[in-house]
């Protein structure tokens, strides 16, 4: 695939702040064989009035109600035609113009092509990283100490992309990722950043049900033993995290 076409998928429910950074960040890209994707959850602000501004530039839009974040993101996939598939919600933004570019240039055909990821305010200026850093190789086995690639900076195959979980209302991308991580047989990290992601969403918002979730799905895929010994190894990284940061990120 010379010039794979990228299904690029924002989900959005009244967000009229910040629809447009994420539209112009996927609209302005260097490279052209996307298919952009909008699945708007009947949104009653101005959300829809920005999307329709730019309606003839996107591919698809869909706005009826949802059964949540999940539903919306799995009518996504089902529109999409792509070789790959990215997910970049509402207030998300590709890094910079050249992104896209760079995913199909240096991610050589992998299944599964990812990179780092750059955490924005609410005002859009950068506050840091990831406390999690992409790793160099990347499997299904990868996120056992967390989830250390962002959702907004991997993508996948579509052939190997399963629908979402919704058994799950806050994780359910980590369960996908992992189940996608399993077919995969290639993997490349195209190490620079590629994303930048919105802090404050609907998961931190309920941290805890969050983290119960996450704990459910990595006993799952990792066993139950296992996971309790790697969750004690996450619990020491992020007492040291804090001891010499003083305050964590995602």
């Not at 035609?81 to 199909?104: A, K, M, W």
Request: net charge positive.
């Amino acid at each position: 695939m010379k010039y794979p076409l990228v299904s690029i998928i924002t989900i959005v429910y009244n967000n009229v702040r910040d629809i447009e950074y994420t539209i112009k960040s996927v609209l302005e890209q260097t490279y052209k064989n996307i298919e952009y994707i909008i699945v708007d959850g009947a949104s009653t602000d101005s959300t829809l009035d920005i999307i329709k501004t730019y309606k003839d530039r996107i591919s698809k839009v869909i706005s009826e109600k949802d059964n949540g974040i999940y539903d919306a993101m799995n009518k996504g996939l089902m529109a999409a035609t792509g070789d790959y598939v990215l997910f970049l919600n509402s207030g998300d933004e590709l890094f910079d113009l050249n992104t896209i570019q760079q995913i199909v240039e240096k991610g050589n055909n992998a299944d599964i092509i990812y990179g780092e990821t750059k955490l924005v305010d609410e005002q859009r200026h950068i506050v840091g990283d990831r406390r999690h850093a992409a790793p160099k190789t990347f499997d299904w086995k990868s996120f056992r100490y967390g989830m250390n690639v962002c959702h907004q900076a991997i993508y996948v195959k579509r052939t190997i992309a399963e629908p979402y979980d919704q058994q799950y209302q806050l994780s359910a991308d980590i369960d996908w990722v992992i189940r996608a991580a399993k077919k995969a047989k290639t993997t490349v990290n195209i190490h620079q950043y590629v994303a930048k992601y919105l802090v404050g969403g609907i998961s931190q918002k309920r941290h805890q049900q969050s983290l119960k979730e996450r704990y459910q799905i990595l006993k799952k895929h990792y066993g139950t033993i296992p996971n309790f010994i790697n969750h004690c190894i996450i619990a020491f990284r992020l007492l040291k995290h804090r001891i010499i940061h003083g305050k964590t990120r995602e």
